[in-house]
């Protein structure tokens, strides 16, 4: 393999993005052929072609190589160059299929990556196979590339390829991904001495190539080729001016092997061992560390609160391991720094052959306690000046405090994949389950003041999950109906009304379970809603009827009038209007010794409408009368109005259709001359 591709530059910038500020721009060489051989590939025929058929998919084009021998670096500089022609005019998403821990990335996760990019909100709760259905048809009218990054087989690639032969998939590989047809790898092998030499002396100059080239085709070799090891020996070099190559060439050769690795990581391994061994013991302890940051993403609180040194500390150090080719960074005013993913495993096994268990709990606890107060402070710089949570918030270290709510929620859009992660961490670690309810709590607040409840409801759904996952395990009721209800809420919203009566059921157990009155008849008003939602009112009014009669024994009256009027609407749906009519006689009732006008006004509306339903439109106007009253009262313009139009047509059924006339007269002129007649008259329905 004569040419060879290199980024050292941070991780490519995705669809809709703009470069860091201060980043450095991309520097690639070499790979031509490579290059030329995948743009080939794309004007390639395709087995459809060839059997006379269009083409029912996107290409595929597949860059398989073993760890650091510059795969990915060669699918961003494909997809750079390819975004530079008008092929793909809707631009790249990019998204990695595999976890810094090894795992593979679930399919539902890497679709809502993908739906964010493009914009597309995915219903909180879905599935792998409904969320890459949305992505297939937010692709299907687009010219978009997508770059499926260190893919681990075929089933995580194949749900994700868009039905639409104008876009183009771009997948790196450990190897082949049998199963999709029509995909001709692209391998990469180690550098042939030439470009390797080259690549070294990029990084520390041509003197020290010159004086000694044997030398430094000698180190290539003994690097295997491989770039991302190139870079770190480059590095330690380039750290060390009076260092010859013949000097780290000897030290590499002198480090003892590792038996347990394959021939195709050992040079990788020993290329960081030799870096590893050079640090300092702080820097070292620092480094290995970083394994435990949450998505392989760290920036300098994260680096500080794990070794329990100082920011701007961690900060300088951080700079220093991008130097020797140990980190990416964003380059960012705060930077975010990513671990590789060549290097990921390495530094798990170092860490956990170095540094005791003990040492390694006590720093993931630091780092996710520190996360915890970041999110405090996220959120309470909401809070106006002078309320407990700002005055609180000044007590803070300023390395704790953010300026303002838009640094903030900046702040959160950022660093949202990192804080995810972290609390998926804190849940599965098992033994930090307080620290871990802690750092999801705060970070739904926080999620649902900057984004609102509605916009985070993907991200808030999957952190429910978690707090359900540790009130199982710890056998704490109270906290799981809280999830469970949590959970069925957005359920509800999302049109998956079964699976969410199933879990108002499950809550309402959990309730019982933990003798917690709150969740037990919030969980019998929603399993009444439910039913409701699915048409069965018999069910509905029995469950409303529940939760009104523990209500009534725990005299929270405004649950009670809201429950008389929920038993009120399934009655009349039902077609039961006696029923309802006490019911909502009620809740007006109810509204009344509340204080409540504009709900007591509402309430008589509904009784009205009962009346007119049940043929009585005497009665009806004389409630309505009432209801309009009381609706002047509360200075509800809209529901005064809709009132009168209602008014006006049972006095038209009356047979009075001057009258009817007048109250016309009158809504039009409480919303105006040019409010719609239909706007006016769905008010009427609505309440």
């Known amino acids: 393999m004569t040419d060879q591709a290199v980024d050292t530059s941070g991780p490519a910038k995705a669809a809709g993005t703009e470069e860091p500020s201060g980043a450095a721009p991309p520097q690639f060489f070499g790979r031509e052929r490579e290059l030329k051989a995948l743009r080939a590939d794309i004007e390639r025929a395709g087995l459809d072609t060839m059997a006379g058929r269009k083409a029912a998919r996107a290409r595929v084009l597949l860059i398989a190589g073993r760890p650091g021998s510059g795969r990915t670096a060669l699918a961003g500089e494909l997809t750079r160059r390819l975004l530079s022609t008008d092929d793909y005019a809707d631009g790249l998403l990019r998204a990695r299929l595999t976890d810094p821990g090894g795992a593979p990335v679930p399919t539902e996760r890497t679709a809502r990556e993908l739906l964010d ?3 597309v909100t995915g219903p909180p709760g879905a599935d792998g196979d409904e969320l890459s259905e949305l992505v297939r048809e937010a692709l299907a009218g ?3 590339l997508l770059l499926l990054d260190d893919a681990v087989d075929a089933e995580q690639v194949d749900p994700l390829l868009p039905d639409n032969p104008d876009c183009l998939v771009v997948a790196t590989s450990g190897g082949p991904l049998t199963g999709i047809p029509d995909v001709r790898p692209c391998t990469l092998g180690g550098l042939d001495a030439g470009s390797a030499v080259r690549l070294l002396a990029r990084i520390i100059g041509q003197v020290r190539i010159t004086v000694d080239p044997r ?5 290539a070799e003994e690097c295997g080729g491989l770039p991302a090891a190139l870079v770190m020996v480059g590095g330690w070099l380039a750290a060390r001016p009076m260092a010859s190559v013949a000097d780290v060439t000897k030290q590499l050769r002198g480090l003892p092997e590792e038996t347990e690795q394959s021939d195709g990581v050992r040079p990788l391994a020993r290329a960081f061992r030799l870096v590893h061994d050079s640090l300092p013991a702080t820097a070292a302890r620092i480094l290995r560390l970083l394994a435990l940051a949450p998505a392989g993403l760290a920036d300098a609180h994260t680096a500080s609160a794990l070794a329990g040194c100082s920011v701007s500390a961690a900060r300088t150090t951080l700079d220093d391991f991008v130097a020797l080719g140990l980190l990416r ?3 960012a005013d705060e930077p975010q720094y990513e671990v590789p993913g060549c290097l990921a495993p390495l530094l798990r096994a170092l860490l956990e052959a170095t540094d005791r268990p003990a040492e390694i709990q006590l720093a993931r606890a630091r780092m996710l306690e520190r996360t915890v107060r970041l999110l405090h402070s996220c959120r309470a710089v909401t809070d106006p000046e002078g309320s407990a949570a700002r005055r609180k918030l000044a007590g803070l270290p300023r390395s704790l405090r953010f ?6 929620a900046a702040w959160l859009r950022t660093h949202r994949p990192a804080l995810l992660a972290s609390a998926q961490v804190a849940v599965e670690d098992g033994e930090l389950d307080t620290l871990a309810r802690r750092l999801v709590a705060a970070l739904v607040r926080a999620l649902a003041v900057h984004q609102g409840t509605e916009a985070a409801a993907p991200e808030l759904y999957g952190l429910h999950g978690l707090v359900l996952a540790v009130a199982e395990r710890r056998d704490l009721p109270r906290e799981r109906a809280a999830a469970l209800l949590n959970l069925a809420d957005l359920d ?3 049109g998956r009304t079964r699976e969410a009566l199933i879990r108002y059921r499950s809550a309402l157990d959990a309730g019982r379970a933990a003798k917690d009155p709150y969740a037990i008849g919030r969980a019998m008003e929603s399993v009444g809603g439910a039913y409701a939602e699915l048409g069965d009112f018999q069910r509905a009014s029995d469950w409303y009827g529940r939760a009104l009669a523990q209500r009534l024994t725990q005299g929270e009256r405004a649950d009670e009038a809201r429950l008389y009027g929920r038993l009120g609407a399934v009655h009349t749906y039902a077609g039961r209007y006696g029923e309802a009519l006490r019911n909502w006689r009620a809740a007006a009732a109810g509204y009344r010794r509340l204080g409540d006008v ?5 309430a008589l509306s509904e009784a009205a409408r009962v009346q007119e339903y049940a043929g009585r439109p005497r009665e009806s106007l004389h409630t309505c009368q009432q209801a309009v009253e009381w609706a002047r009262r509360a200075r509800d313009v809209r529901l005064q109005a809709a009132l009168e139009l209602r008014l006006a047509d049972t006095l038209d059924r009356l047979g ?12 039009d002129r409480l919303l105006g001359e040019e409010s719609p007649a239909c706007e006016i008259r769905s008010a009427v329905t609505e309440n």
């Open 656 to 667: 009075d259709p001057a009258a009817a006339r007048l109250h016309r007269g009158l809504a």
């Open 403 to 408: 300026p303002g709510p838009d640094a903030a």
């Open 215 to 219: 030398t430094a085709e000698t180190l």
């Open 598 to 602: 504009p709900a007591q006004a509402r």
């Open 142 to 144: 687009r010219r978009v």
């Open 329 to 331: 960074s964003n380059g």
């Open 117 to 119: 990019q493009l914009g």
């Open 492 to 494: 509800a919203r999302t």
